[in-house]
């Protein structure tokens, strides 16, 4: 019930996405000059809540923008409504419904539908990932110079040591290829797939990254901080790789390297 439900809210939401890229929705921005918020973000969120409540009205809800449904519960739904807004808001079809299901504190389901590529991505605790029903795996790329990466950059400006820009010019001037696809769920699902050998983001959201983390670990990867310590959610920092080039990537994102 818990997984026809994740799997159903993300296929609808994702087919909302799909009908409504080239209507004439509404955009707002949120802080910062191109954090955006389409109508239809908030009308996939609806459809997402409706669609858990019918089956688990009881169940504890963060969803990026209505914030957390405080509920006791030991279940908890961590929702982007769409991952990948700017993408949307442009018709650019790099962007997604991504739902992570907790219990008890761990992440155990997480869905990424991207309906315009036609990719579900499903991941269930120990029993490994999926891209359309059919098992995923990560890569076995063994060196950074030789990986393929991606990132991401936060909306407003990092200016710290080591920060987004700095990490990506050095890794650049090294000739490793790394792309910015806008979704760092789709990030995070193209890791699990092996399509990238590593993805790291210095600041991300609960709901950007509680499905892909999943992903990517039950696809044979590993997620961690950035000191390599076990991930969660809670905290900004994001380093997830086919687990081969994990300790390395990490010291390029540190300034160790
Ligand atoms: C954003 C995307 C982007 C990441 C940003 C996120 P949104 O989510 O995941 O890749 O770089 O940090 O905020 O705003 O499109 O849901
Ligand atoms: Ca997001
Ligand atoms: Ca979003």
Not at 46 to 74: C, Q, R, T, Y
Not at 89 to 114: F, T
Not at 144 to 149: D, Q, W
Not at 199 to 226: M, P, Q, T
Request: hydrophobic share 40%; charged share 25%; glycine share 8%.
């Amino acid at each position: 019930m818990l997984i026809n439900t994740l799997k159903r809210a993300a296929r609808e939401a994702g087919l909302l996405m799909k009908s409504e890229m080239d209507s004439d929705f509404k955009i707002h921005n949120k802080e910062g000059i191109n954090n955006l918020v389409t109508e239809v973000d908030h009308a996939s969120e609806k459809l997402i809540m409706s669609i858990i409540a019918e089956s688990f009205p009881d169940h504890f809800i963060l969803s990026e923008e209505v914030g957390e449904i405080v509920m006791d519960s030991e279940y908890k739904w961590v929702i982007d409504p769409i991952d990948g807004t700017v993408n949307f808001a442009n018709g650019i079809p790099i962007c997604c419904v991504s739902i992570g299901v907790e219990y008890q504190g761990k992440m155990i389901l997480g869905a990424i539908y991207n309906p315009f590529l036609e990719e579900f991505y499903f991941a269930e605790k120990s029993k490994g990932s999926t891209l359309n029903e059919k098992p995923i795996h990560v890569s076995r790329k063994e060196e950074v110079i030789k990986s393929c990466l991606v990132t991401g950059f936060p909306y407003t400006y990092l200016d710290e040591p080591n920060g987004p820009l700095e990490v990506f010019s050095k890794l650049i001037r090294k000739g490793v290829p790394v792309r910015r696809l806008g979704s760092a769920a789709m990030d995070l699902a193209w890791v699990a797939a092996g399509r990238f050998d590593g993805f790291y983001e210095h600041k991300l959201n609960a709901w950007d990254s509680a499905a892909g983390f999943i992903l990517v670990e039950e696809a044979g990867g590993r997620v961690s901080d950035f000191n390599g310590d076990v991930y969660s959610p809670y905290q900004p920092h994001i380093v997830a790789t086919n687990g081969l080039i994990h300790d390395e990537l990490l010291k390029w994102v540190n300034g160790t390297i």
